[in-house]
């Protein structure tokens, strides 16, 4: 069993590969989001800086209308399509990458000039949770604490985000308790962190899952402030 979900999640972690995340930068400030490029309906708005994840090849030139996945004001995820100016690819080719370094079972260190961050998991316990089954699926989990959750297919969760502390210079921050809410079976190998230094800016991305249960996530901490977590999942 071991060896088949490590094997289901090598097939996730390729896709997850093949899409990046990006953020809306539109000289008005906001970024329309339509349903298709061949009608001409406006779905939403985003804000610059609004975190988003696409396929996205910059070297096609044909590729003007790009789909997109957004989480829109109730916290779903939700799909449109943008036009590919108004959209800043966060990948090593755009910033600097930063991988994790001293890996163990349960912490990882990211670090670059004057910052360092520290990525802790623990063990996940049921107590003190409630959960909600699905009507068809009685043994599975749909809800924890009345929210979706991230990382397995409908089981029980192992691990989980202890803290994500990060130090640059003489400040330290801990990103708040929201930020780590429900995500599950964290992947401290498939973890890393981007520096946009003109904004500056910290990117920390992580690819998770217990092998089958994939998803993707993204913290944006801006000028030592925490700004918001972006997760897309259903790959």
Known sequence: ????????????????????????????????????????????????????????????????????????????????????????????????????????????????GTVTIIIRTENFTPKGKTFTYFKEYPDMIENINGKPYYGTDGEMPTTKYASIEITMGNKTIELPAQALENLYEPSLKHTWAYYDSKKDTIFIEAFNSDGAGGYMVMWKIEKGVYKEKAIFYGF
């Not at 943008?82 to 079972?105: C, G, M, P, W, Y």
């Open 1 to 112: 069993m071991k060896h088949i979900l490590t094997f289901c999640f090598l097939l996730i972690l390729n896709c997850l590969s093949a899409q990046d995340f990006a953020y809306i930068q539109d000289n008005d400030g906001y970024c329309n989001v339509r349903n298709s490029a061949d009608i001409n309906k406006i779905d939403t708005q985003l804000k610059n800086g609004s975190i988003v994840s696409c396929f996205f090849d910059e070297n096609d030139v044909n590729e003007k209308w790009i789909p997109v996945d957004y989480t829109d004001a109730e916290g779903k995820i939700a799909y449109g399509v943008v036009h590919h100016d108004r959209l800043v690819v966060i990948s090593e080719t755009n910033f600097r990458k930063i991988e994790a370094t001293q890996i163990n079972d349960n912490s990882a260190k990211i670090s670059f």
